[in-house]
């Protein structure tokens, strides 16, 4: 326990580095021109079927279908009586989202011109659909996974949860609603949070 403790402290430790690393890049204006390559390469790939999928994986990880899905998960977890799990879930989510709000006011980047669909009215930098559904969907394989389940399954189940975390960064970017940037320093926002989180609650449980 006290080396998994360990872990996810060395992990948020070096996400909050790379998340500081790509801050400074951004607001130095040293990102520019990885976030115009990407941006132009991924836009070039762009069709009206994909665009279409992209504009749904992206509502995988907006406020609204988060919120509703999120009360079911933690009044699920309550009624079980797994109060804890659903104590770390709710930190997990509602800190992601309060950091994000906090951070895109802290930085205050614009938005970039917007390739499809309407252009968003706050700011850029951390993108909140890379931050917040990182830790929601992260948080949320780690209640489901049972200590007993077989590796492989575990394994799928993290498999799922990074994959659809990663399509939705990627929806950010393929929409124009976000540089990749934007994407990246979400990730690496929603990783230290979440580490951190995860070290308070073995801590607590190892302490109750």
């Given at each position: 326990?006290?080396?998994?403790?360990?872990?996810?402290?060395?992990?948020?430790?070096?996400?909050?580095?790379?998340?500081?690393?790509?801050?400074?890049?951004?607001?130095?204006?040293?990102?520019?021109?990885?976030?115009?390559?990407?941006?132009?390469?991924?836009?070039?790939?762009?069709?009206?079927?994909?665009?279409?999928?992209?504009?749904?994986?992206?509502?995988?990880?907006e406020a609204v279908f988060l919120v509703v899905l999120g009360v079911m998960v933690a009044w699920r977890l309550v009624s079980?009586?797994?109060?804890?799990?659903?104590?770390?879930?709710?930190?997990?989510?509602?800190?992601?989202?309060?950091?994000?709000?906090?951070?895109?006011?802290?930085?205050?980047?614009?938005?970039?011109?917007?390739?499809?669909?309407?252009?968003?009215?706050?700011?850029?930098?951390?993108?909140?659909?890379?931050?917040?559904?990182?830790?929601?969907?992260?948080?949320?394989?780690?209640?489901?996974?049972?200590?007993?389940?077989?590796?492989?399954?575990?394994?799928?189940?993290?498999?799922?949860?990074?994959?659809?975390?990663?399509?939705i960064g990627l929806s950010r970017v393929y929409l124009g609603v976000h540089y990749p940037t934007d994407v990246l320093g979400?990730?690496?926002?929603?990783?230290?949070?979440?580490?951190?989180?995860?070290t308070g609650h073995m801590v607590r449980r190892r302490t109750v």
């Amino acid at each position: 326990m006290k080396n998994r403790n360990s872990g996810d402290v060395v992990v948020a430790l070096m996400a909050l580095v790379l998340f500081a690393a790509l801050a400074f890049a951004v607001m130095q204006g040293k990102a520019a021109a990885f976030d115009t390559a990407v941006r132009n390469a991924v836009h070039a790939s762009s069709f009206p079927a994909l665009t279409y999928a992209m504009r749904g994986i992206t509502d995988l990880g907006e406020a609204v279908f988060l919120v509703v899905l999120g009360v079911m998960v933690a009044w699920r977890l309550v009624s079980l009586g797994r109060r804890r799990q659903a104590v770390f879930f709710a930190i997990a989510v509602l800190g992601a989202e309060v950091i994000d709000q906090a951070l895109k006011l802290l930085f205050q980047r614009p938005r970039p011109d917007v390739f499809f669909g309407p252009q968003p009215l706050n700011y850029s930098f951390p993108s909140g659909h890379a931050l917040v559904s990182c830790c929601f969907y992260l948080a949320l394989a780690e209640i489901l996974i049972d200590d007993q389940w077989p590796r492989a399954r575990k394994l799928a189940v993290w498999t799922l949860a990074v994959l659809l975390t990663c399509l939705i960064g990627l929806s950010r970017v393929y929409l124009g609603v976000h540089y990749p940037t934007d994407v990246l320093g979400g990730y690496a926002a929603a990783i230290a949070w979440l580490s951190i989180v995860r070290t308070g609650h073995m801590v607590r449980r190892r302490t109750v």
